[in-house]
């Protein structure tokens, strides 16, 4: 309500010492002017608030009680943080920037700025139900269409059973990312690796590493097999539907089985487990045991060999940042293996029982293949350079300020320049923001290099 002569809204007090008009009528028209009683204009005290609320010629109704505003020019703090017994809100990561308040390394990438013991029970109960119903769909598809007869589904050198086979494993992918999305409210690149992505540039160098070593350890195990008494009886039918088939998906299947064990399982393990050191080795051991039953190995020795494969995929994931060096581990194995399957048919059977001296010799080939291709993964690292580190924006310290070219600047952070970097402001700089007030925008401009963003793993190590 603003009523004539009232400049805006109610400070509570006179602005420079005058009282504020109210579009009543002058003393002179008043009904009780000139009367002794009536009280007199100079010994009104001014009055600072709104209008008149009275009907049109009664006296004004001050009222009563009413709090007093901010100064002109005074600063709002911020909002409360919470009350006692109450937990304070969560801080709010701003758009595009990282959810971790220190350098995360793999494992340890759930653990964000809003982590919850349960969200990982939530993701791997909502992966459960939709693989079930997903993979069964696939099977369904394929029963209706006709492309997979084999109802068993254990001729893998069948072009169409392996098709049908790693298409119920590649509908994993989307499932992973459903549950980094859901349950965590997080980006689902950061399924992938520490830069939140998947890095692309990381698969040639590994590859050709695979190859040396574990592809040398896959021909010498089949060159042994193919001396004793095992017939060869490929090449197999369809032998060109099969190797397209193997080129096509069996990348996508291996990624998959990736992206769930060291992945999801491996990071809910470590995010629970929580200590920097042993969350990892946990994880590895647990998720390898998984990974290893989950194939249903026929002897121990078969066991024993896929639960070093799972170790083995688990250490370069540690030692890179990310999936890229376990996905080419894993699909270089399996590209080799079904594609020697296809030429050379039962004499390269790799599903068969591992007994006795011969079976021994086969899992001591393929650990000492494995150990060397680990090896190599950690020597490279001086010159492949994987990020190790996930970038930071620590907001513990106050919320963000977002400058005009999209930065964000932590305020009540110490800050050696204008964009809130690591340091102190000098006395008297524009930027340095008092206490309890609502952030500044900060200038325009790069921002210049953050620690915090490692390359190499020397940034702070956050659990």
Same mark, same amino acid.
């Given at each position: 309500?603003?009523?004539?002569?009232?400049?805006?809204?109610?400070?509570?007090?006179?602005?420079?010492?005058?009282?504020?008009?109210?579009?009543?009528?002058?003393?002179?028209?008043?009904?009780?002017?000139?009367?002794?009683?009536?009280?007199?204009?100079?010994?009104?005290?001014?009055?600072?608030?709104?209008?008149?609320?009275?009907?049109?010629?009664?006296?004004?109704?001050?009222?009563?009680?009413?709090?007093?505003?901010?100064?002109?020019?005074?600063?709002?703090?911020?909002?409360?943080?919470?009350?006692?017994?109450?937990?304070?809100?969560?801080?709010?990561?701003?758009?595009?920037?990282?959810?971790?308040?220190?350098?995360?390394?793999?494992?340890? #990438?759930?653990?964000?700025?809003?982590?919850?013991?349960?969200? *990982?029970? &939530? !993701?791997? +109960? %909502?992966?459960? $139900? /939709?693989? @079930?119903?997903?993979?069964?769909?696939?099977?369904?598809?394929?029963?209706?269409?006709?492309?997979?007869?084999?109802?068993?589904?254990?001729?893998?050198?069948?072009?169409?059973?392996?098709?049908?086979?790693?298409?119920?494993?590649?509908?994993?992918?989307?499932?992973?990312?459903?549950?980094?999305?859901?349950?965590?409210?997080?980006?689902?690149?950061?399924?992938?690796?520490?830069?939140?992505?998947?890095?692309?540039?990381?698969?040639?160098?590994?590859?050709?590493?695979?190859?040396?070593?574990?592809?040398?350890?896959?021909?010498?195990?089949?060159?042994?097999? #193919?001396?004793?008494?095992?017939?060869?009886?490929?090449?197999? *039918?369809? &032998? !060109?539907? +099969? %190797?397209?088939? $193997? /080129?096509? @998906?069996?990348?996508?299947?291996?990624?998959?089985?990736?992206?769930?064990?060291?992945?999801?399982?491996?990071?809910?393990?470590?995010?629970?487990?929580?200590?920097?050191?042993?969350?990892?080795?946990?994880?590895?051991?647990?998720?390898?045991?998984?990974?290893?039953?989950?194939?249903?190995?026929?002897?121990?020795?078969?066991?024993?060999?896929?639960?070093?494969?799972?170790?083995?995929?688990?250490?370069?994931?540690?030692?890179?940042?990310?999936?890229?060096?376990?996905?080419?581990?894993?699909?270089?194995?399996?590209?080799?293996?079904?594609?020697?399957?296809? #030429?050379?048919?039962?004499?390269?059977?790799?599903?068969?029982?591992?007994?006795?001296?011969?079976? %021994?010799?086969? $899992?001591?080939?393929?650990?000492?293949?494995?150990?060397?291709?680990?090896?190599?993964?950690?020597?490279?690292?001086?010159?492949?350079?994987?990020?190790?580190?996930?970038?930071?924006?620590?907001?513990?310290?106050?919320?963000?300020?977002?400058?005009?070219?999209?930065?964000?600047?932590?305020?009540?952070?110490?800050?050696?320049?204008?964009?809130?970097?690591?340091?102190?402001?000098?006395?008297?700089?524009?930027?340095?923001?008092?206490?309890?007030?609502?952030?500044?925008?900060?200038?325009?401009?790069?921002?210049?290099?953050?620690?915090?963003?490692?390359?190499?793993?020397?940034?702070?190590?956050?659990?």
């Amino acid at each position: 309500m603003t009523g004539a002569g009232w400049p805006g809204p109610w400070t509570g007090r006179p602005v420079n010492g005058a009282g504020v008009a109210w579009g009543g009528l002058p003393y002179a028209a008043r009904p009780d002017a000139g009367r002794p009683d009536a009280v007199q204009p100079d010994a009104v005290q001014p009055y600072a608030g709104p209008p008149a609320t009275a009907r049109y010629g009664a006296p004004p109704q001050v009222p009563i009680g009413m709090p007093a505003g901010p100064p002109p020019g005074a600063v709002p703090g911020p909002p409360a943080t919470g009350t006692r017994g109450r937990r304070a809100p969560r801080p709010v990561t701003p758009p595009g920037a990282p959810p971790f308040d220190t350098p995360q390394s793999y494992p340890f #990438l759930m653990r964000a700025r809003d982590w919850a013991w349960w969200r *990982p029970v &939530l !993701g791997l +109960l %909502l992966f459960g $139900v /939709v693989y @079930t119903v997903a993979s069964v769909v696939v099977v369904l598809v394929a029963l209706v269409t006709g492309i997979g007869p084999d109802l068993a589904f254990v001729d893998l050198t069948d072009p169409w059973v392996l098709l049908v086979t790693n298409s119920s494993l590649i509908v994993a992918i989307p499932i992973v990312w459903l549950c980094w999305a859901v349950p965590h409210g997080l980006r689902i690149g950061w399924s992938s690796s520490v830069l939140g992505r998947l890095r692309w540039r990381l698969f040639l160098p590994y590859t050709w590493r695979a190859l040396a070593t574990l592809g040398a350890g896959i021909a010498i195990s089949v060159g042994l097999s #193919l001396l004793t008494d095992e017939p060869i009886t490929g090449p197999v *039918p369809a &032998l !060109g539907w +099969l %190797l397209l088939v $193997v /080129v096509l @998906t069996t990348p996508l299947q291996s990624a998959a089985e990736e992206y769930v064990f060291r992945g999801y399982l491996s990071q809910a393990i470590a995010a629970w487990t929580r200590a920097p050191r042993a969350g990892p080795v946990v994880a590895a051991v647990s998720t390898a045991a998984l990974f290893s039953s989950a194939h249903l190995p026929p002897d121990f020795l078969t066991f024993f060999d896929r639960f070093v494969f799972g170790l083995a995929a688990s250490a370069v994931v540690s030692l890179t940042g990310g999936l890229e060096a376990a996905i080419v581990l894993h699909a270089v194995n399996n590209v080799l293996v079904f594609v020697i399957a296809g #030429l050379l048919g039962d004499g390269a059977d790799t599903d068969a029982t591992l007994t006795g001296l011969e079976g %021994l010799l086969v $899992v001591g080939l393929d650990v000492l293949a494995m150990g060397a291709y680990v090896a190599l993964v950690a020597r490279s690292r001086s010159r492949v350079r994987p990020e190790l580190r996930s970038p930071a924006v620590d907001l513990r310290r106050g919320l963000p300020a977002a400058s005009p070219g999209g930065t964000q600047v932590p305020v009540g952070a110490p800050a050696a320049d204008p964009m809130g970097h690591a340091g102190a402001l000098p006395a008297g700089s524009p930027y340095a923001a008092p206490a309890g007030a609502w952030p500044r925008p900060a200038p325009p401009g790069p921002p210049p290099p953050d620690p915090r963003w490692s390359r190499t793993g020397d940034g702070d190590r956050g659990a």
